[in-house]
């Protein structure tokens, strides 16, 4: 290499390493002035950080010699031969309006351009894992959100819209834009189709009891017989329990009533500034340790079945844990659904957790006060920006679509809010401090916590695309509890993996034929074969193992001093945050 060469390299080197600087700088400024909920507090202290970035020579190098290589390859095209490699990577440029026009082809191919180069760039940082991954995500971000198909003035797709509708697709656009505002967030789907208790939270039941915290609703049987040993399922807090019963074919809680359980749902009740000084512990021996008790009361089982989802399953560990402490076992087996015992892999969420964040949270809402729901969705709809934000925004407000009905998106845009010391709590001793899974270390309902006492059979099932709760992290409960364990892994993510009815026969599932759980999960699935369909068969039967005899239906609701109180799904679901 000749003396200019060199001159010339080491130049564009330090410019790359400036650029790159700066488009972090301007991510995390970005962030600094957004509102997403847990993801906005976790990134001021890292702008500080940015001047101190540190690049592997060889692959700064490498990476420079690239992009000049394909930005060359870019202009000599220019305009006139714009490439084609938008259409054929990024489903964001696909449309035929991308490579009939020029100018947009070109902006689109330089853009991937850039995107590749600053997430290789990205992975060239010389730094500890967690930075690397915080420097990954703030990339993503930002680059997500500067696609030329985010702009009107670059979106051919959008510009060949309008000008085919006369301009009604940008009046439109600016209708739904203003309906947006309003109503506090991005629709991802038509709201305006579907009503709790008309077309989704169908199944027929009714609320057999309430207190501050929940109504427990009771479901009608399907089946001249029940098991005798009730069914209890324990949603997440942080979202409403009909994630579980959508319509009457995608319904889990629908489908464990067919096969013949007594099901009892947990709706939470939608925090508002009354509940605001609710804690972990409240959740726990109020909310949790009571429907289980309820429940037996009304079966006169002296033991149910139980179910918990993502935090629910949380929760619903946690309270077995307490009762355990107390000599108490009134479950006989418990199935665990995308749930996280163990935090030692959080996944793409530990970007956002360390010390100074917790101390943060702490401070806000320690002592009382509300986490707001539509942060918390915003948060989780950021983790993958472009399907679950930028999609939408080009959708709705570029081209001046409605977007179509999907009742799984309706439910993920009726956020629910949370106690805010109950969210201090749970940040720092789950996902900062793993304490669930240290016998002993955490006291709550006055008991000293162990996990390892749960000597009960348990269902584990975790998804395999699961970008909330990471398949591994899911299977750590294997390695925590000491009962006998079956772990099965289902296809696609934290909540399309789970609600998979079999008569959709979509997907598929993995089980280990010979049970056994080696330490890790990348081990586990080497023995592991894939089958044809959903897991919900799989569990089914797995849970009429434990569920008792058969015995005549009940034809009321409740029981004693438990009556009906109001249909279901009752009041508390239908609240908004």
């Not at 139980?306 to 009762?323: I, N, Q, Y």
């Not at 986490?371 to 999609?391: E, I």
């Not at 749960?454 to 970008?467: A, F, K, M, T, W």
Request: overall charge neutral; proline content about 5%; hydrophobic content about 40%.
């Amino acid at each position: 290499m000749t003396q200019s060469n060199t001159d010339f390299l080491a130049q564009a080197t330090q410019q790359f390493q400036q650029a790159f600087t700066q488009s972090w700088s301007k991510a995390l400024e970005s962030f600094q002035g957004m509102d997403l909920g847990s993801a906005g507090a976790g990134f001021p202290a890292m702008a500080e950080k940015a001047p101190e970035i540190h690049f592997a020579p060889e692959k700064l190098q490498e990476l420079q010699q690239q992009y000049l290589q394909e930005a060359m390859g870019l202009f000599s095209q220019g305009l006139t031969h714009p490439t084609q490699a938008p259409a054929n990577t990024d489903r964001r440029f696909a449309a035929p309006a991308w490579g009939d026009n020029p100018v947009a082809a070109y902006a689109a191919a330089v853009y991937l351009l850039n995107a590749r180069t600053l997430m290789g760039l990205a992975e060239a940082v010389d730094a500890d894992a967690k930075t690397k991954s915080r420097i990954r995500f703030a990339i993503e971000q930002w680059m997500a959100a500067a696609a030329p198909s985010n702009f009107l003035a670059f979106n051919a797709e959008a510009q060949k819209k309008a000008i085919e509708t006369k301009g009604e697709s940008i009046a439109k656009g600016m209708k739904n834009l203003v309906h947006d505002i309003q109503q506090g967030h991005v629709s991802m789907t038509d709201e305006s189709l579907f009503e709790v208790g008309k077309n989704v939270a169908t199944t027929e039941g009714a609320v057999v009891f309430e207190n501050e915290l929940f109504q427990l609703i009771e479901y009608k049987p399907l089946t001249t017989k029940v098991f005798e040993k009730p069914f209890l399922l324990v949603p997440p807090c942080i979202n409403k329990f009909y994630i579980l019963d959508l319509q009457p074919e995608n319904s889990l809680i629908r489908y464990a009533v067919e096969q013949g359980h007594r099901t009892f749902v947990v709706s939470w009740r939608n925090p508002d500034a009354t509940l605001a000084n609710k804690t972990w512990d409240d959740y726990i021996e109020h909310a949790v340790i009571r429907a289980i008790g309820v429940a037996k009361d009304i079966s006169g089982s002296p033991t149910i079945n139980a179910l918990g989802f993502c935090v629910g399953g949380t929760m619903l560990g946690t309270a077995l844990g307490v009762l355990a402490a107390r000599g108490e076992n009134p479950v006989d087996s418990a199935t665990f659904l995308t749930t996280f015992l163990d935090f030692s892999d959080t996944g793409i969420l530990d970007v956002f957790i360390d010390e100074a964040f917790v101390k943060y949270r702490e401070a806000e809402f320690g002592k009382g006060g509300l986490m707001k729901g539509q942060d918390l969705a915003s948060t989780f709809s950021f983790l993958r920006p472009n399907d679950l934000v930028w999609n939408y925004v080009v959708g709705n407000y570029l081209k001046g679509e409605t977007p179509p009905p999907f009742d799984l998106l309706y439910w993920n845009s009726d956020s629910t809010n949370l106690p805010g010391p109950w969210y201090a709590w749970y940040l720092r001793n789950t996902y900062l401090e793993n304490n669930l899974v240290k016998p002993g270390k955490l006291t709550v309902c006055g008991e000293r916590l162990d996990l390892h006492q749960l000597d009960i059979p348990v269902y584990i099932y975790g998804s395999r695309e699961d970008h909330i709760v990471p398949i591994g992290g899911a299977y750590a409960s294997t390695q925590v509890l000491p009962g006998k364990k079956r772990f099965v892994q289902g296809a696609s993510g934290h909540i399309a993996g789970v609600i998979n009815p079999p008569a959709k026969n979509k997907r598929s599932h993995w089980i280990r034929a010979d049970g056994k759980l080696p330490k890790t999960h990348a081990q586990w699935l080497e023995g592991a074969t894939e089958h044809a369909g959903s897991w919900w068969t799989d569990w089914s039967q797995w849970l009429k193992g434990y569920a008792g005899k058969q015995i005549a239906a009940p034809k009321t609701y409740g029981k004693g001093k438990y009556k009906a109180i109001e249909a279901a799904p009752g009041r508390y679901v239908q609240a908004k945050a």
